[in-house]
């Protein structure tokens, strides 16, 4: 920021600026929002609030109720789960002398700090990473504090991402014990990390072409993903949740189902979100997962990201003399084919839930490989009777099965 100054480069150091204070502002808000803080009488944390030094006294308190507890903390706890845990439902007596009061202090703690690191990465990282690899094309070179501050940046974004993943996939399977192997973080990694890195990519490159097109495209995108879940909650005609925060009036619940909106356009923009929205739950996530919307996300945002390599490509200046732009075309589209495949492996051989699916990704496969045989063989003849729909639960039985048994010992 520094070096702006000196350049004079209102504009970029502008943009620096504003990137580094908007995210900093909502992980003040949200820190206050979880612990809630706005009903108790603590003047001395919403002053190192005001003064963006939340995060250390959150991480002091932590630390203090972590040495005074002494105990295993919760990995995740819901809002569902505290309601069963209050009134008794469905847990048993071992469970309820496992999460004692520290325990709980720290279970909010570290779902704090889980939200304000997707906060940091996809409202704050995520656009200065854009803005730096966006400088670094227009000025022909790379300074060693802009190189340090990118890999940094994409060190946070592929963060953020997998807490997303990992709470989407605790949110939902929230009865289980969830344990991700070595394995499955780093097929994660792989996936996030070449998804962000090719999205990322192409909307720079298109933008140092078309540079007031890419505004468009940002906006697009980020108008869908926000009024998506908004348009569902309206379909349904369903009402505000309740409990989000006892002091908040229909308003307040409303800006801050806004906020979470919000969050959830901005992370769609880079990557997939992993969870889906439903603003009428206590926990605002669908625990049913929806593969179809999976599928659409990838597809549209191939497509996406191949219209805008060629519209660059083709509409490129002399300023790309030096650099083999149809190698570079094809790297970024294999680059996200591989981020698709990664994905896939996830989901069929790393996910810790993947017992739990009654469809699968080979499943899916088979059923399309199947569908596509069965268009192109002729008509049968059907004098001897109609054709007889095939069976699709058989290959479900064992899985069922498993399922069961993951069941009775979660019981």
Known sequence: MATYHKSDDVVWMGLTITFMLVPSVLTQLTLTFVHRDLGRDRPFVLFMHLL???????????????????????PYVTISRKVKLKHGRGLGPAFECEIGHSERKLAVHRNAFKRTAVIQAFLGSSPQLTLQLYATIQEKYVLPTRLTLMIISMISIVYGALVCSVLAIQIKYDDYKVRMKPTAYLCMILWRGLEIATRITTLVLFSTTLTVWVVLVGLTNLFIFFFQPWVEFWTRKASLPENIEKNFSKLGTTVVLCMVTFLYACINIFCWSAVQLDLADHDLVEKQPRWRSLAIYYTLRFMENVTLIVLWYHFKSDFYEYVCTPLLVVQLIVCYSLAVLFMLIFHQFCHPCRRLFHYNVEDCLRCACCWKKKQS???????????????????????ETDVVDDIMEAA
């Open 52 to 74: 963006q030094m939340g995060p250390i006294i959150r991480c002091i308190e932590a630390l203090v109720v972590y040495c005074q507890g002494g105990k295993k903390e919760e």
């Open 377 to 399: 063989q002729p008509p049968e003849n059907h004098a001897h009777g109609p054709h007889a729909p095939p069976d699709l639960t058989n290959h479900l039985i064992d899985r």
